[in-house]
C-alpha cells in the first residue's frame, strides 16, 4: 500500500499536485517492490549527478535556445553596477575624517566590501550604517561564491568517479548535503543583499532628499535596480535547483537505505491479504501505512524573518524620531 497524501507541491493555496520528480519517486518505490533494484539506482544517480550539474549552471548555464548566462558572477557584477549608479550622491554627502585605512576622500563602492571608507555626518549617518551592513554581506557573498564553485567541481568529479552501487551512492549523497545546505544559504545572501541595496536607496531617499540632489540621477539608479533585481531572480531559480535535486535523492535514501522496499511510516506498507480481509477489505491506504510524521517546513527562516522585523522596527524608531522633533517644534512655534 502507497499513501501519497504528504507527497506533493504547493501550486497556489488550491491547488495542489505532483512534481515529474515526486511522480518519479513514487514510481521507484514500485520498482523497488518488483525488485528491480538497478532502475531505483540509476534515477538515485541521475538526481546526483543533476544537483552537480545545476550547481556548475550557476556559473554557465545554457538554455535549450542556446542562450548562455552565468548567474552568480553576473548578479554580483549587477550589484555592484548599482552601486556604482550610487556613489555619485553618496560622494556628495558632508563627510568627517576619514578612517586610517580611508586613503582618498571617497565613500567608496558600497558594494566592493569597502563602503566604511569614510564616515559622514548629519542625515548621511544612517546611510553609513547602511554601507557598512551591505559592503560586510556583499564581500562576504563573493567569497562564498568562489567556495561554492570549487565545491561544484569537486561534487562533478564526485560523481564521475561514483559507480552505480547503493553504498557508493549513499555515501555520495551524504557528500552532496553541504553543497545543497550552500546553496540554500547563498539564496539567503542573494536576497538580503538585495534588500540592503533597498534599504539604502530609500535611506537616501527618505532622509537624505536623494532626489533634490543633481547627483542623484534616478534613471540610472532604476534601470541599475531593475537590472539587479533580474540577475537576482536568475541566481536564485538556478541555485534552487541544487537543492531540490539533492531532496530528490536524499528523500529516497532516507527511506530506502538498503535499496529495498521497507514499510515507512505514512508513505508505504508491506500488506498482506489476511490483513485487509481483518479491516473489512478495505484498500484505503491510510488505514495500513499509518500517519507521516509531521515535517518541519524549511521555507520558513526564523533568522531572516527576525531580521526584517528588526530592520522595519529600526525605520519605525527613525520615524519615531522625525515626528517627536515635529511636534516639538510645533509645540514651540505655539509657545507651550
Not at 495542489?16 to 538515485?44: C, H, K
Not at 553504498?167 to 540554500?184: G, Q
Not at 478495505?282 to 501505512?289: A, C, E, F
Request: charged share 30%; glycine share 4%; proline share 5%.
Amino acid at each position: 500500500m502507497i499513501d501519497a497524501r504528504n507527497v506533493y507541491r504547493i501550486v497556489t493555496r488550491k491547488i495542489y499536485d505532483f512534481s515529474p520528480e515526486q511522480q518519479q519517486n513514487l514510481q521507484a518505490i514500485v520498482w523497488l517492490y518488483r525488485g528491480e533494484t538497478e532502475r531505483y539506482l540509476e534515477m538515485v544517480s541521475q538526481y546526483l549527478g543533476d544537483v552537480a550539474d545545476e550547481a556548475l549552471a550557476c556559473f554557465d548555464l545554457e538554455d535549450e535556445a542556446g542562450n548562455t548566462a552565468q548567474p552568480l558572477p553576473e548578479y554580483s557584477e549587477a550589484m555592484k553596477a548599482l552601486g556604482m549608479a550610487l556613489m555619485p550622491f553618496l560622494n556628495s554627502l558632508p563627510k568627517s575624517s576619514p578612517l586610517p585605512h580611508a586613503g582618498a576622500p571617497k565613500a567608496g563602492n558600497p558594494l566592493s566590501g569597502k563602503p566604511d571608507a569614510e564616515l559622514t555626518q548629519g542625515p548621511g549617518e544612517r546611510v553609513t550604517e547602511v554601507m557598512k551592513e551591505l559592503g560586510k554581506e556583499a564581500a562576504l557573498f563573493d567569497q562564498d561564491i568562489e567556495q561554492f564553485h570549487k565545491s561544484a567541481q569537486k561534487a562533478a568529479k564526485q560523481w564521475e568517479a561514483a559507480p552505480d552501487t547503493n553504498s557508493a551512492l549513499l555515501k555520495l549523497t551524504k557528500e552532496y548535503e553541504p553543497l545543497s545546505d550552500a546553496s540554500r544559504d547563498l539564496i539567503k545572501q542573494t536576497d538580503l543583499i538585495y534588500k540592503l541595496a533597498t534599504r539604502l536607496i530609500d535611506t537616501c531617499e527618505k532622509e537624505c532628499n536623494a532626489k533634490e540632489s543633481d547627483a542623484w540621477v534616478s534613471r540610472d539608479i532604476t534601470r541599475a535596480r531593475k537590472a539587479a533585481d533580474e540577475a537576482r531572480g536568475l541566481a536564485v531559480e538556478q541555485l534552487k535547483q541544487v537543492r531540490y535535486f539533492w531532496k530528490q535523492a536524499h528523500w529516497l535514501t532516507e527511506r530506502f537505505p538498503e535499496a529495498k522496499l521497507r514499510d515507512v511510516e505514512g508513505l508505504v506498507k508491506l500488506v498482506d491479504i489476511k490483513e485487509i480481509a481483518a479491516n473489512d477489505w478495505s484498500l484505503t491506504p491510510g488505514r495500513y501505512v499509518g500517519v507521516a510524521p509531521e515535517i518541519e517546513d524549511e521555507n520558513f527562516d526564523f533568522e531572516e524573518t527576525l531580521r526584517e522585523i528588526h530592520v522595519e522596527l529600526e525605520d519605525l524608531n527613525a520615524e519615531a524620531v522625525k515626528l517627536a522633533a515635529t511636534i516639538k517644534k510645533n509645540f514651540e512655534e505655539l509657545g507651550v
